[in-house]
């Protein structure tokens, strides 16, 4: 494994920095922020609009192309990237987030963020509980109850079918509210699946060309001296990369992240799993994260929710039936340029697919420009005064 | 209203021509297919990818926009193409077919082809019946079953502020099993409402810009006397053009049309309504029509049946999950350059919006591509035998 990334610029007294990526279908520029593709598909969105908003790379999700169409047909349709379109940077997670979120593991449903109690308990009553164990975890498909079992050997193997540039090590995945004592064993069993994904990912070769970057992930929760020393473990066993995973209660992500990044190598990417609100975002770039995942654009995007310099808009709402202005003006995006707020809430009245096609590609393009624009302000080395001018207006609404 | 129609090319033997027709925002080369953007946007399709696949023009429902957002509201963001971000021609509908077929004048429902008996029954059990008389029709909404009222003048008034480039005569368009008597006497109130409609339309200085062209609708349904005489009697008012309206039973078209062409005024644009199935456009564009619209593309697409040289497929079919072909071999859409049919296979099966979104683009290309075809084969004098070999491989399947 060689070294994939270098860095342009660090800056004024944050993590924060600017730096390339070199794969195996291009450059990614970092920090960027990475639309989610969960099925091989950015929802509503088509590859080239991506293009046009200036995506750089698309992650999709294992847990769920394992499950539909499967590895071996996006093996034989020559990767993820070639199967949907995207001619640019892929990026595949481990499965592990899923499995325990949106799979039955332990019998709960978990979040990003620890909030969502009830539909685990009901997700506990009427399933019954799946196992994790020192080989891997035995799960229940979200889609038909059938049951499954992803070993870190069978992660890495998964993931080299569907041929993504970038990877990760499988991980388990506790919930927020998980003691010490289980954020430890979980963290010890992350560390023995890292170096068994890095084994497994050697002996086929490093993918299929050769060419596949494994990102390695931390975890250790909320708790600190369990992500340094997870960062400590992790950040040693030669990885590409690093992937910061897990879940935080929301006011804990900064100092988890910067926990990690204070330890990691400075001269590997990292890549912070499943985040993507635009104050998050700005707390991962300071906090020394160089990408970043996430659904909230495009899930908002769906439901009306339109990201302004200003802060979030519901286009739903009545007082924008007459208004003929930009979602945001000066925006950039296609959406900006040749629609209006009035369109906007009409085709979101009416229930047209566009509505969610228009509002995906401003919010996408929204994301994707403020991470540009930090970059932009950290080779300047003016990211801390970008970041506070950005949050001055944001929380205004 | 001067001329704004030339022919460019008469053919051999049959009614088929190619022409021009200027509008307000551009010239349409026809033989055209016109893509329906009922409620200002065609459904899952950005008007960006629109022109990419060289429509020319769009028609949206004036019973739909009547309804949401409101001509007042169209009318303030600067008309329908404005509204909607398509920059070309656009036309409107009367408003006639829909407030029979959706709305519950009669208590009926109708549609294009006879043969929704079950379903028209249905209605007329649960919904109080509407009324039509000399003066306009009485209807209620499909949407929440709000009494509305259409004359021949507020249908114009309303087209007026929708401000389409070409706008209809409004109509009454009787069920296709409908008798000789009562399509006579719906046709003379056609004729009336026709002279109403045109005069309205002279007093608001023909478009709020006095550049909206009107097209007078023929009726007549499937009976020959009753459709040469609509004709002859709506070819001498003094339209910029002609719509071909009414149900036929299938097999009636062809023949409904001819009798139609074979007496309109040769130098003005005729335009057959809801009509667009590949086969049904062949036989329209040999009798002399120049322009049709139809939903049929985009709503076939939506559910996975996709048009070929061949014939149709259904792309959830099993036997295409693992067909790394284009959907159809040759074609020059951005779906067919881009994506295989197994990747549609998958995406209709996980339901995904861009399913609708890559099947829409491929269909409207595949018929607005053959009705090009058909155009450039007239002006070479060879439209009989463009057709004969399009129908010899097409009804292979």
Same mark, same amino acid.
């Given at each position: 494994m060689g070294n994939s990334f270098r860095i342009e610029s660090s800056t004024d007294g944050s993590l924060a920095r600017a730096g390339v990526i070199e794969t195996a279908h291009g450059a990614i520029e970092t920090p960027a922020f990475i639309p989610v593709? =969960? /099925?091989? =598909? #950015? /929802? @509503? #969105? =088509?590859p080239e609009a991506l293009g046009t908003l200036r995506t750089q790379a698309v992650l999709a999700n294992t847990y769920h192309l394992y499950l539909q169409p499967g590895p071996e047909l996006l093996e034989s349709a020559g990767g993820l990237g070639k199967f949907m379109g995207w001619h640019g940077p892929t990026m595949t997670d481990s499965g592990g987030f899923q499995v325990f979120s949106l799979g039955a593991a332990f019998g709960k449903r978990l979040s /990003?963020?620890? &909030?969502?109690k009830e539909e685990s308990e009901k997700i506990e009553e009427s399933l019954p509980l799946a196992k994790v164990d020192d080989e891997g975890v035995t799960f229940r498909s979200h889609r038909d109850g059938s049951e499954h079992r992803f070993t870190p050997e069978r992660s890495i193997e998964i993931q080299h079918a569907i041929g993504a540039d970038i990877i990760f090590a499988f991980d388990e995945c506790p919930s927020p509210e998980t003691d010490h004592d289980y954020q430890r064993e979980a963290m010890e069993r992350t560390h023995r699946w890292a170096l068994r994904s890095l084994a497994r990912h050697k002996e086929l070769g490093e993918g299929s060309a050769g060419d596949q970057l494994l990102f390695g992930i931390v975890q250790g929760g909320r708790f600190e001296d369990l992500r340094r020393e997870s960062a400590k473990a992790i950040g040693e066993m030669g990885f590409d990369g690093f992937g910061i995973g897990g879940t935080f209660l929301k006011e804990d992500m900064g100092n988890a992240v910067r926990w990690v990044n204070e330890l990691l190598p400075k001269d590997k990417p990292r890549h912070l799993l499943g985040i993507g609100e635009p104050l998050d975002v700005l707390i991962a770039i300071e906090n020394g994260c160089d990408t970043f995942d996430c659904v909230a654009p495009t899930r908002a995007g769906r439901t009306g929710t339109i990201y302004t310099g200003e802060g979030k808009i519901n286009?739903? &709402? @009545?007082?924008?039936?007459? !208004?003929?202005? @930009?979602?945001?003006?000066? %925006? !950039? %995006?296609y959406t900006c340029k040749n629609f209006t707020r009035a369109y906007l809430h009409h085709l979101f009245d009416a229930h047209e697919m566009l509505a969610a096609t228009l509002a995906s590609i401003h919010n996408l393009r929204f994301i994707v420009r403020l991470v540009e624009n930090a970059r932009e302000a950290i080779v300047r080395g003016e990211f801390k005064k970008f970041s506070e001018e950005f949050l001055s207006r944001y929380i205004k609404i």
């Open positions: 593709g =969960t /099925k091989a =598909t #950015v /929802k @509503a #969105v =088509t /990003k963020f620890g &909030n969502r286009i739903g &709402n @009545a007082k924008f039936e007459k !208004d003929f202005s @930009a979602l945001e003006v000066g %925006c !950039d %995006c």
